[in-house]
Nanobody, 123 residues
Framework: QVQLVESGGGLVQAGGSLRLSCAAS????????MGWFRQVPGKEREFVGV????????SYADSLKGRFTISRDSAKNTVYLQMNSLKPEDTAVYYC????????????????WGQGTQVTVSS
């Protein structure tokens, strides 16, 4: 059974940092892209970034470049999302997801999803 389990969300003040983790299990993800999305109530799920599991490439939403970084620890089967200089508008539920389609930015291309973790940034 494939599982993606996010952790690390919480409440942080504007300007602060958080690191989200996504522990993957149940299959080999070596050829998958591991993406992060976020969603606020009433809005569509928004692409944050994606990294190849092999670690060769990363891609980010233009609006988040320079503040968010994806990394992975193959030994732990875990992908991370480091978020710096957080803003109130970063408040959302953050999801980890896996796609066999390389570095897709489209949510529909992702076939495995975690349950999400809430990030709240106070002003």
């Amino acid at each position: 059974q494939v599982q993606l389990v996010e952790s690390g969300g919480g409440l942080v003040q504007a300007g602060g940092s958080l690191r989200l983790s996504c522990a993957a299990s149940g299959r080999t993800f070596s050829s998958y892209g591991m993406g992060w999305f976020r969603q606020v109530p009433g809005k569509e799920r928004e692409f944050v970034g994606v990294a190849s599991w092999s670690g060769g490439s990363t891609s980010y939403a233009d609006s988040l470049k320079g503040r968010f970084t994806i990394s992975r620890d193959s030994a732990k089967n875990t992908v991370y999302l480091q978020m710096n200089s957080l803003k109130p508008e970063d408040t959302a539920v953050y999801y980890c997801a896996a796609t066999p389609r390389g570095d897709s930015r489209v949510a529909a291309a992702y076939i495995y999803w975690g349950q999400g973790t809430q990030v709240t940034v106070s002003s």
